[in-house]
């Protein structure tokens, strides 16, 4: 292809986009840490560094679209994804702590986060996956290769207590759904984290009751029942509320060993069991209910070890702040602290904003951390609801154009990969503003191409470059 073509053919909306969220997002790092004669290109400052990433970044770019064969990435998939899970298990013995996350590994003067490549290899292997002829999610064996290729390096990263990374991971159920999962098993995802804010923030026993009265509204709504449903969810759901009740009973309570939330576990737990042998030997097709009552188990089974994974693989800063975040402590000072400045300068910035360089709450470094995970309280002080606008609208474009992209594509690889950026972008995106905004807990995690740091820039900007290039396949004549 000569090089006249290739950058012809290039989305070149797409790379525009790029490119003005990636200077934007540097001209507000510099909004941050800026002094009284600052040079926005001195390398001794992290505004300076950015560039120099941003350079990096660029060139990067540059030699994925221009000189890497894309059927390289099918083949070298599981290589790359190889060498990401080696770079994961080490960090946790040669990795070095930041902020309460032993996340980063030290290569001289520069230090990276394997977590944020372990992204682009996992789209890689995913995608080679879903790639291979005739594979298709009909059944159990054949989700279990994908959602191993997910675990491993999940697992892997909660080892660095990098809780935020392990969530982008989830958002690549939606190519899951894409390429032919149950829409079911996003409902159950859903349900999974009512069940651990519901015990978290009143009891076990409740989430319980909540869990089995879903269960049975979902049961009847499957078949379109739904007032019968809502009358048997009420006649199920009122006496078991009444059950700590009868444990209370002196003559019960002498000898009772266990809390409610076990007991109704046991019974629960005993007659989902039963049930499901009897669907399993004499009713083979009654597959929905099946599965409905194998989810209400796994159901049960989560609602009790939620007090364990909150206690045990929570970090204390992790626990602080998903406590503020559900209200269950008002720390304005202390855990809270980044929040409510960040509403504070977000709110003060009004419809305009204050104007570049101008942000009394940036300026005066009242938000830890800004250039990072709070880059978007700078945007909004400085550049208003307007200045707002403009970024979600970037963000908003990148991803719709991802997706229509790799909808238009005829190879399943480059539709299954393109899914998966959309998403690692859609998800940073709606946690990273979320939590600035008061609306997602603290979890640390980047505003993709405009927070400061390298891992980050050169991971989505590598992440991005490789689909262009991909797309570009489709585009030969």
């Given amino acids: ?39 926005i290109f001195d390398t001794s400052e992290k505004y300076g560094m950015h560039f120099i990433w941003i350079c990096v970044a660029i060139t990067t770019a540059f030699v994925i679209i221009r000189a890497i064969p894309p059927g390289l990435w099918n083949s070298c998939a599981w290589i790359l994804y190889a060498l990401e899970a080696l770079l994961l298990l080490a960090v946790p013995v040669l990795g070095k702590e930041i902020n309460g996350s032993r996340s980063w590994l030290a290569l001289g003067p520069f230090s990276f986060q394997p977590a944020e490549f372990s992204k682009i ?17 009909k059944s159990f064996s054949s989700y279990l290769k994908p959602l191993i290729t997910m675990a491993i390096p999940m697992m892997l990263i909660l080892l660095e207590k990098e809780t935020g990374s392990v969530l982008v991971y989830m958002g690549f159920l939606v190519m899951f759904y894409r390429e032919g999962m149950s829409g079911w098993y996003l409902v159950v995802g859903f349900f999974i984290i009512l069940e651990f804010i519901l015990t978290i923030l009143t009891s076990p026993f409740v989430a319980i009751v909540v869990a089995a009265g879903l269960f049975v509204m979902i049961y009847f709504a ?34 009772n060993p ?3 939330e076990i007991w109704l576990a046991i019974i629960l737990v005993a007659l989902s069991l039963f049930f499901l042998v009897r669907i399993i030997l004499r009713y083979p097709r009654m597959v929905f209910l099946r599965n409905a009552l194998i989810a209400l188990i796994a159901g049960i089974v989560f609602v009790l070890s939620v007090q364990v994974i909150y206690e045990k693989v929570l970090g204390d800063h992790q626990r602080n702040r998903i406590e503020v975040f559900l209200g269950l402590v008002e720390d304005p000072k202390g855990v809270g602290y980044n929040v409510h400045q960040s509403m504070v300068a977000i709110g003060s910035g009004g419809f305009h904003g204050k104007g570049f360089l101008n942000g009394t709450q940036t300026s005066l470094g009242y938000v830890p951390e800004q250039e990072t995970d709070f880059i978007f309280c700078t945007i909004g002080e400085e550049w208003g609801f307007l200045g707002a606008l403009y970024v979600l609208a970037l963000y908003l474009f990148i991803i719709s154009r991802i997706i229509t992209l790799a909808e238009k594509s005829k190879e399943r690889f480059t539709r299954v990969y393109g899914y998966c950026v959309a998403m690692c972008f859609a998800v940073h995106v709606v946690i990273n503003i979320g939590m600035t905004i008061g609306l997602m807990p603290i979890i640390g995690i980047p505003l993709p191409l405009v927070s400061y740091g390298g891992s980050s820039l050169l991971a989505f900007t590598i992440l991005l470059s490789i689909f262009v290039r991909l797309d570009l396949e489709r585009k030969k004549i």
């Fill in 1 to 39: 292809m000569k090089k006249k073509g290739l950058y012809s053919k290039l989305d070149w909306p797409l790379v525009i986009s790029y490119l003005l969220l990636v200077i934007f997002g540097w001209l507000n790092i510099f909004s941050v840490l800026h002094g009284d004669g600052s040079n």
């Fill in 121 to 137: 290899c996992t789209a890689l292997a995913l995608s080679s996956i879903f790639g291979r002829y005739g594979f298709n999610l």
């Fill in 222 to 255: 499957q078949d379109e029942r739904y007032l019968m449903g809502l009358l048997a969810t009420a006649v199920t759901v009122t006496p078991l509320a009444f059950f700590p009740k009868l444990l209370q009973i002196p003559a019960i309570a002498e000898v």
């Fill in 258 to 260: 266990f809390g409610p």
